[in-house]
């Protein structure tokens, strides 16, 4: 059974920084891509960060671009996004996805395969 688990979600002030983990078990994801998508309270899930699991590759929304890094260890199975700079309109659930070996970018939720239950991130003024 794949599975998903999301940790390091929290309260932080604007200019902060957190470190977001997405935790990978069930199947091996080397061939796959994962992501982390956000969704804010009202709105519609929207992509945030990709990363293709075997070349590295990876892919922002500009919104979080230069701010953001999405990375993987493969050893722990664990995809994480480094978030810096933080500001208030961050302020989201954070959800990890991964589809099932098409290694592509894909930035529609539909896309994905495989989903975690989301971290919240809360980011005060």
């Given at each position: 059974?794949?599975?998903?688990?999301?940790?390091?979600?929290?309260?932080?002030?604007?200019?902060?920084?957190?470190?977001?983990?997405?935790?990978?078990?069930?199947?091996?994801?080397?061939?796959?891509?994962?992501?982390?998508?956000?969704?804010?309270?009202?709105?519609?899930?929207?992509?945030?960060?990709?990363?293709?699991?075997?070349?590295?590759?990876?892919?922002?929304?500009?919104?979080?671009?230069?701010?953001?890094?999405?990375?993987?260890?493969?050893?722990?199975?664990?995809?994480?996004?480094?978030?810096?700079?933080?500001?208030?309109?961050?302020?989201?659930?954070?959800?990890?996805?991964?589809?099932?070996?098409?290694?592509?970018?894909?930035t529609i939720p539909s896309?994905?395969?495989?989903?975690?239950?989301?971290?919240p991130v809360t980011v005060?003024?």
């Amino acid at each position: 059974q794949v599975q998903l688990v999301e940790s390091g979600g929290g309260l932080v002030q604007a200019g902060g920084s957190l470190r977001l983990s997405c935790a990978a078990s069930g199947r091996t994801f080397g061939r796959s891509t994962m992501s982390w998508f956000r969704q804010a309270a009202g709105k519609e899930r929207e992509f945030v960060a990709a990363i293709i699991w075997s070349s590295a590759i990876t892919h922002y929304a500009d919104s979080v671009k230069g701010r953001f890094t999405i990375s993987r260890d493969g050893a722990k199975n664990t995809v994480y996004l480094q978030m810096n700079s933080l500001k208030p309109e961050d302020t989201a659930v954070y959800f990890c996805a991964a589809d099932s070996a098409r290694g592509v970018i894909a930035t529609i939720p539909s896309a994905m395969d495989y989903w975690g239950k989301g971290t919240p991130v809360t980011v005060s003024s």
